[in-house]
Each structure stands twice: as structure tokens, then as C-alpha cells.
């Protein structure tokens, strides 16, 4: 007993000597007001998980738009409402362009790719993705061609249900991540084919545990979690065995590269690998190649498609909202050739919706996080290197000096008096600044290209009763998701 008591004070006195030496470091500190910490768990008990997002964005009306909380020891710094995070991104945005640490998500990729990397991995990835998505076709179809090929596949499955109820979340996942693959891999997959159904399931699925709770649980004790079973066993087996699809197709475009003739984004890495091949500081190696590549399946697959079930869920909850968008549509495009960009200034109506549909759908609420590079201030506050920091996109998507009723959807928030597409600074679904989304051109494209072809072509209805439609998110997730539905749709 007299051993025990003497541990138990050996480990008292170890914490409490920790706490000071954290203390008097963050005394000389100004840092941004929040909750007091606890020791060792900091805020954890005060933020509940599950309503993470609210409870981040009531930070900001109790301690103003820059506020810190501590998740244990790790300082996160909140950010709520438009102008901070502009001046945060923008105007001070190379020493918040780090991408925020995420002790799970790094177990995931380690550092590399394009999304969740820092330093010269991140600024090389970004540089040549951007550049090679920018001019990708050379010669050949430009991605729009590709875009506007898979809406006309996705309006003939919507064709097959022939009226039946069905659920849109399989067919539109499908469409969109086709897209994807046709840039990186150079073709598209048939709808029915079973490996390109496993690899979607894969990503899917750790897509749900990434944007869970439990990534930020992990991140309290890693080392001891990660010896126990949980989502985390399941995400690394499943991005092991999305790395073995990857590397099979990896191996096959090796054996055909034409340096003269690239054919995809996988054929223009595989040549800038080559190209660096003497060079011993290159970030162009297999690793990042892979996690690359599922950055980009990732960022382009999940948000746009929900994006779009959650704006045909709005549809059905606003018939004349879609009655306008069919008869704009008839008078700018008709019946006969499939929508282009180059028609999206002519339907300023359905431009204005599609913009509301992504402000009210909000599928990123806490966008992605960032951290500081080096110490900072912010607004007189003390900001140290390192620090998490979460900008809360929510709070600017639905802030009322911006939009005149946050809460309701309505496309004249995105409308002048005399019914022109009227842009906002407030429009961020994308984020801003240097690590704003890599694919948000891309998105954008599909987001209007899939949308227009099925209204161009159906009228989608629901057996529900308009008033009945529930178009909240599924409750307690970072990543906002319309609930699970059914739709039925009649030839136009």
C-alpha cells in the first residue's frame, strides 16, 4: 500500500510540474479567449463530439470570431465569420497554409499526396496536379467532353428505373467518380463493373470513418489506440487494398507510356518521374503518386455527389424552384444537345440555385483544417507554430449580413433586381486562400453539367408530400449529408 501511495504522488507531482511548465509559457502569451482547459484533456469535456460544428460556431458569439479551445494540450484556433478568415487566409496566408495535423489522417498517408502534406511535398504536388488537370486533354477531349460523355450515361440509367422509386446516392457516386477516373486513369468504367463497384465501396467507406467522430478521438492516444481494434484497423486495410488497385494499374501504364503522347494524369506523372530521376530532393516518387491519386478520388467523388443528391432532395422539396430551372433550361438549351459551360451565363436562374444548393448544403461546415507555419498574431492575439487552426465555413455560409435568411433556401440570395447571377464574397464551399480546394473548377463543372442534363431531360418527383420533406443533415457528422431518400422521375 505504502508503494502505491508513493506512485500515485510521483505521478501527481509529474503532471502538476507538466501543467506548470505549460502554464508559464501561456502566461507570457496572449492567446484568443475561450473555455478554460482542464488539465491534460483541455476542452474535451466542455465540446461535445457529436455536435462538434455547433458548438465551434457558438464559440464565436461567446468569445467573438477568434477564439481558442485545447483538444488535450494541442491548441485549436476557431475562426468564425468572413473577414477573419479572409485575413487569416488571405492576407496572412503563407503562414496559414499548412495543412492542420491530424494524427489519424497521418497514420493514413504519411505526409504525402496533395491534400494533407506541408512543405515542398505540398507545394510541388499542388503545382503539377493544378497545371496538369489545367491543361489535361492536349489535343485530345478536354474534360468538359468527359463530363458531358458521363451525364449522358447518367441520364440513361436514370432512364432505367422507368419511373420506379430509387435511390440516387449509387448512380450519382458512380457518375461522378467516372469523371475522375477518366482524367487519372484515361478511361471510364461501366456502371455494372464489379472491381470499379469494390474500389467505390472502399473509398466510400473510408470516407465515412475519416469524416467521424473518431478521428478526433484517435488523436488523444494514438499510441495506445492503435494497438486495439477499431475504424482505424478497417481504414488502413481498406487503403491498402486501394493501393493494390492503384499499383496494378500503375504497373500496366508503365508497360504503354508514350512520353509523346500521355494519356492521363497517371502517364504525366509517371513522366515527370522520369524526368526527375537524377535529381535526389524529387517529391515524384510511387508514394506520392498513390496518395495523390487518392486525394484526388477522395476530394472528387464524395463532396460533389452528395452535393448533387442533396440538391435533387431540395428539388423535390421545391417543385416551382425546379418548375423555373425546367423552363429556363427549354428556352436556353431545348431538347436537342446536351448543356455546355458555355450556356451557364444564360441561365442565371438555374446558376443562382445551383449556388444556393451548395451554400444550404454546407457538406463541409468546418472546411478543412489549417495550422500556423511559424508564430503568428491575429488581431493582438498570440498565435504559436503549429497551432490547429479550424475555419468555420458554416458561419459565413449562413451568416445573415451576407444572406438575408440563412436558414431557408432560396436561390434570390444569389440573384440581383433584375434576376443576374449576383456573386458574394460569403460563397465559400470551396475555402479560400492558398489551400483552397484543388479541384473546385472541376466541381464546379460537374456540379452544373449533371444537374442541367437530368432537369434538361426528367422531372423529379417524390411520393412524400413537398411539406413532409426533411431537408436537415443526417445529425452529428463533420460532414454534412442530406438523409437517405427516394426519388421517382417522368420523361420530359
Known amino acids: ?86 485575413e487569416a487566409f488571405v492576407e496572412n496566408g503563407e503562414v496559414f ?54 451525364a449522358c450515361s ?6 432505367k428505373t422507368k419511373g420506379a422509386p430509387f435511390d440516387s446516392t449509387y448512380l450519382l457516386t458512380l457518375a461522378v467518380s467516372n469523371v475522375i477516373c477518366s482524367i487519372v486513369f484515361g478511361n471510364r468504367f461501366e456502371y455494372k463493373n464489379e472491381t470499379f463497384l469494390s474500389v467505390l465501396a472502399l473509398l466510400k467507406d473510408t470516407f465515412r470513418i475519416v469524416t467521424s467522430p473518431w478521428t478526433q478521438f484517435f488523436g488523444f492516444a494514438p499510441g495506445f489506440l492503435q494497438h486495439f481494434p477499431g ?96 423552363d429556363e433550361i427549354d428556352c436556353v438549351v431545348g431538347l436537342n444537345r446536351c448543356p455546355s459551360m458555355e450556356d451557364r451565363p444564360k441561365l442565371p436562374y438555374t446558376d443562382a440555385t445551383i449556388h444556393e444548393i451548395q451554400r444550404f448544403a454546407d457538406i463541409v ?14 488581431r493582438g492575439y498570440d498565435i504559436p507554430k503549429g497551432t490547429t487552426v479550424f475555419p468555420m465555413l458554416t458561419s459565413i455560409m449562413k451568416d445573415p449580413r451576407y444572406f438575408k435568411d440563412p436558414e431557408s433556401f432560396n436561390p434570390c440570395h444569389f440573384l440581383d433586381e433584375k434576376g443576374s447571377l449576383k456573386k458574394s464574397d460569403a460563397f465559400l464551399p470551396f475555402s479560400i486562400g492558398k489551400r483552397v480546394c484543388l479541384g473546385e473548377g472541376l466541381a464546379r463543372m460537374e456540379i452544373f453539367l449533371f444537374l442541367t442534363s437530368i432537369l434538361q431531360r426528367f422531372e423529379l418527383k417524390c411520393h ?25 422521375i417522368t420523361p420530359r
Open 1 to 86: 500500500m505504502a508503494l502505491l501511495g508513493i506512485e500515485t504522488l510521483l505521478l501527481v507531482c509529474g503532471v502538476t510540474f507538466l501543467l506548470y511548465l505549460i502554464t508559464r509559457r501561456q502566461r507570457h502569451l496572449k492567446l484568443p479567449p475561450g473555455p478554460t482547459p482542464l488539465p491534460l484533456i483541455g476542452n474535451i469535456l466542455q465540446l461535445v463530439f457529436p455536435n462538434q460544428v455547433k458548438a465551434f460556431v457558438k464559440l464565436g458569439s461567446q468569445y467573438g470570431p477568434v477564439s481558442m479551445v485545447f483538444l488535450g494540450q494541442n491548441p485549436v484556433l476557431v475562426l468564425n465569420g468572413y473577414d477573419v478568415v479572409k
Open 97 to 150: 497554409s499548412n495543412r492542420g495535423k491530424n494524427t489519424f489522417i497521418e497514420m493514413l498517408f504519411k505526409g504525402r499526396g496533395v491534400a494533407f502534406s506541408n512543405g515542398e511535398t505540398w507545394r510541388q504536388m499542388r503545382r503539377f496536379s493544378l497545371s496538369t488537370l489545367r491543361d489535361f486533354g492536349m489535343g485530345k477531349r478536354s474534360i468538359e467532353e468527359r463530363v458531358q460523355e458521363e
Open 154 to 159: 447518367l441520364v440513361e440509367e436514370f432512364n
Open 231 to 326: 475504424p482505424h484497423k478497417m481504414a488502413a486495410k481498406n487503403i491498402g487494398r486501394l493501393k493494390k488497385f492503384v499499383t496494378e494499374i500503375v504497373t500496366t501504364h508503365e508497360e504503354t507510356l508514350d512520353e509523346n503522347s500521355p494519356r492521363d494524369y497517371i502517364d504525366c506523372f509517371l513522366i515527370k518521374m522520369r524526368q526527375e530521376k537524377g535529381n535526389v530532393n524529387t517529391e515524384f516518387d510511387y508514394e506520392n503518386l498513390f496518395v495523390t491519386l487518392l486525394n484526388l478520388f477522395f476530394a472528387g467523388t464524395e463532396t460533389t455527389s452528395i452535393t448533387l443528391r442533396y440538391g435533387m432532395l431540395l428539388l423535390l422539396k421545391y417543385p416551382d424552384i425546379q418548375k423555373k430551372i425546367h
Open 365 to 378: 461546415p468546418m472546411g478543412v483544417p489549417r495550422s500556423t507555419n511559424k508564430d503568428t498574431t491575429l
Open 464 to 488: 412524400m408530400d413537398p411539406e413532409d420533406i426533411d431537408i436537415s443533415p443526417v445529425p452529428f457528422k463533420a460532414a454534412s449529408t442530406p438523409r437517405p431518400y427516394e426519388l421517382y
